[in-house]
């Protein structure tokens, strides 16, 4: 869909890494609307565009981190992950070396898929 998921469908924004509780909170809801075929994406903005990095282990820290879960979220019927170009640019990461498929956005896309939102959690 590439940012143009219906104004009706549900936008889910992470704002936070894969090892904060408020991501684990994201995704679940993220999958569970989509469960429900409500059209979903998800929007990771900031630091969240960390959890696209491939392989993280939070073993050694005692954590868990929920990018393992963002391969799940396409068959719980989440349409798109989407996340801030800028972000993915400060912390060099390439849209082909993510875990998942991911659509970059652009600050002037960004602003543009917030605009038509009727539906946004921020998480």
């Not at 491939?54 to 992950?81: D, Y």
């Not at 996340?83 to 070396?97: C, K, N, Q």
Request: charged fraction near 15%.
């Amino acid at each position: 869909m590439s940012g143009q998921q219906s104004s009706r469908g549900l936008l889910v924004i992470c704002r936070k890494s894969a090892w904060q509780a408020s991501s684990a909170a994201a995704l679940e809801l993220a999958m569970s609307a989509g469960v429900f075929e409500v059209p979903v994406s998800l929007l990771l903005l900031g630091e969240a565009v960390l959890q696209l990095l491939p392989n993280q282990q939070g073993t050694p820290l005692q954590l868990k981190s929920v990018a393992r879960q963002l391969p799940v979220l396409e068959l719980c019927g989440v349409s798109e992950i989407l996340a801030d170009a800028e972000a993915l640019s400060r912390y060099a990461i390439a849209v082909g070396s993510c875990e998942v498929p991911v659509h970059a956005l652009p600050p002037a896309e960004l602003a543009a898929l917030l605009a038509r939102q009727h539906n946004v959690l921020v998480f």
